[in-house]
T-cell receptor, first 114, second 113 residues
Framework: AQKITQTQPGMFVQEKEAVTLDCTYD???????LFWYKQPSSGEMIFLIY??????QNATEGRYSLNFQKARKSANLVISASQLGDSAMYFC???????????FGKGTRLSVIA | DGGITQSPKYLFRKEGQNVTLSCEQN?????MYWYRQDPGQGLRLIYY???????QKGDIAEGYSVSREKKESFPLTVTSAQKNPTAFYLC????????????FGEGSRLTVL
């Protein structure tokens, strides 16, 4: 079974609008962490934001916020005020327990339109 | 500057040849990882190492081998036994701790002719 599911292969958003990228996860471990990465066309992976399973508040980093709904096992990334430079692949990932490797979803390709 | 260096960036190989991808980090990270990326597949874990002289298989280790003789280095060998080696390979590292993110290299694109 997939541990990380990203159901949107591709998304379009108008410049300056907000966009939500979906991520659901599957784990029975009470301790886990959720990560979002951005991959531009150049290929490097850029860390965006982290949410721990015990964190009481949703994580925010600048224009990025994580809509964490623990009961639904979802960790959606919200990008506010989209910019052309936000066009990229976005990956959701999870780490179970303290030190296991990250497991990645298949990604969502975001295209920002001027 | 601290970071992860992967080389070569692009590599072409004939079928039946082994090839080694280099990964060096100067971040003093304990753990290092190799992921493979295919179109539409996301990143899949090949091997990882949490300490020098120790490594574990990931989900798709068949046809690959690694070594971790130094903390800074984690080379990946793609052997002739790997049936479909054409892919984008990403090396990563991190400090231990549950909320520590992975830092990635720029990747190596391997094409088998």
């Amino acid at each position: 079974a997939q541990k990380i599911t990203q159901t949107q292969p591709g998304m379009f958003v108008q410049e300056k609008e907000a966009v939500t990228l979906d991520c659901t996860y599957d784990t029975s471990d009470p301790s886990y962490g959720l990560f979002w990465y951005k991959q531009p066309s150049s290929g490097e992976m850029i860390f965006l934001i982290y949410q721990g399973s015990y964190d009481q508040q949703n994580a925010t980093e600048g224009r990025y916020s994580l809509n964490f709904q623990k009961a639904r096992k979802s960790a959606n990334l919200v990008i506010s005020a989209s910019q052309l430079g936000d066009s990229a692949m976005y990956f959701c990932a999870m780490r179970e327990g303290g030190n296991t490797p990250l497991v990645f979803g298949k990604g969502t390709r975001l295209s920002v339109i001027a | 500057d601290g970071g992860i260096t992967q080389s070569p960036k692009y590599l072409f190989r004939k079928e039946g040849q082994n090839v080694t991808l280099s990964c060096e980090q100067n971040l003093n990270h304990d753990a290092m990882y190799w992921y493979r990326q295919d179109p539409g597949q996301g990143l899949r874990l090949i091997y990882y190492s949490q300490i020098v002289n120790d490594f574990q298989k990931g989900d798709i280790a068949e046809g690959y081998s690694v070594s971790r003789e130094k903390k800074e280095s984690f080379p990946l060998t793609v052997t002739s036994a790997q049936k479909n080696p054409t892919a984008f390979y990403l090396c990563a590292s991190r400090n231990t701790g549950p909320n520590r993110e992975l830092f990635f290299g720029e990747g190596s694109r391997l094409t088998v002719l």
